[in-house]
């Protein structure tokens, strides 16, 4: 009963698929307009990972699986409600899973995500994420795999097993790129995981990665948003099975400094969470006009895409929305009109 007391919740909050045409966006976009965008790949999950009360690991599972790990854009005009591209099919053929794309200082489009391809040196070097870059958000060019966990090793000499969600952040304090990204040495990624991080300059050289936020539980898909003089990461807790109870869903951590330490804010949910459960792939952006923060977030193993929104990074309410249709993993940016014209005018034709 309480499994599916659960599902039956987080079936009720979901949020229906994105409707509207490129036409009827690109008619209400206005000079000087800022547009939201969203970008993401898309999947329906095969099965749902359980634990049971002897510890061993049970595949449940799921309808009609699907998975398309392309990068996919959609736009919206309040962040909640989103007209896809290219009618939800790929704007780019690389393959990637959890893209994140933000503006970097210098005006460069710069892509980081889970996946990418295999280094020829693999073996020597340990997993890497993809990175690319755009001028325009329309012409993409794969620059290189990333070996961030090259070198490092835990207490038993065991190498990363695995580089997820990498996201990167510009520190204007000193005047680099900060990366943030998830790694386990266990047998699944999901495991006894960690988010750790990186520096550069020039995204050639890096500094050696160290942990950033070691909590009880286990962790993935951080993403940091500075706001007011404060650095919050947004992250996944990565608890489940019948020990736990099912906590796999989005929590806040606060510092005055983005290399820590973090605290933990306690969320109204789920003994400390601030979204339902299953969710992951947290995306936060201060709403346009600064009233307040938007935090997005999937239901991974329900086939859906959700918001919420706070004043004070600790009560969220759900808002009403609709998203593109098997979307996973998002990065919500605000883009010009100029620059949202010419990506639904581009795939459009």
């Known amino acids: 009963m309480r499994i599916l007391s659960i599902f039956l919740t987080l079936i009720c909050a979901l949020p229906i698929y994105a409707n509207g045409t490129d036409s009827e966006l690109l008619s209400r976009i206005a000079d000087g307009d800022s547009v939201y965008m969203l970008t993401y790949f898309r999947q329906r999950y095969p099965t749902r990972i359980e634990i049971d009360s002897t510890g061993k690991i049970v595949h449940v599972p799921l309808p009609d699986p699907m998975n398309i790990e392309k990068l996919h854009i959609a736009l919206s005009h309040d962040g909640r409600h989103w007209v896809t591209l290219n009618d939800n099919r790929p704007v780019w053929n690389q393959q990637m899973r959890d893209p994140y794309v933000r503006r970097g200082h210098d005006g460069m489009w710069r892509l980081l995500a889970t996946g990418g391809g295999r280094r020829a040196d693999r073996d020597q070097t340990g997993p890497s994420c993809l990175y690319a870059t755009s001028p325009d958000l329309v012409h993409w060019q794969k620059v290189d795999l990333l070996p961030l966990m090259k070198g490092v090793r835990d207490e038993n000499g065991r190498p990363a097993r695995n580089i997820w969600a990498p996201e990167w952040f510009y520190d204007e ?26 520096r550069t300059k020039d995204w050639k050289e890096f500094t050696p990665a160290k942990p950033l936020f070691e909590p009880e539980y286990s962790v993935i898909d951080g993403t940091v948003l500075l706001h007011d003089g404060k650095y919050y990461l947004f992250h996944k807790e990565e608890e489940f099975g019948e020990l736990t109870g099912e906590r796999r869903a989005i929590r806040v951590a606060v510092a005055d400094n983005i290399e820590g330490p973090y605290e933990i804010i306690e969320g109204h949910l789920n003994g400390g969470q601030i979204v339902p459960v299953i969710t992951e792939g947290p995306s936060a952006i201060m709403e346009r006009g600064g009233e307040g923060c938007l935090l997005y977030y999937d239901y991974c193993m329900a086939d859906g895409f959700g918001v919420s929104r706070s004043s004070d990074f600790r009560t969220w309410t759900i808002e009403d929305s609709t998203f593109p249709s098997e979307a996973r993993h998002g990065t919500v940016s605000l883009i010009s009109a100029e620059e949202a014209r010419r990506v639904l005018e581009v795939r459009s034709e």
Request: positive net charge.
């Open 173 to 198: 304090k000193a005047g680099d790129y900060f990366v943030v990204w998830s790694s386990s040495f266990e047998d699944a990624g999901w495991k006894k995981s960690r988010l750790w991080y990186s």
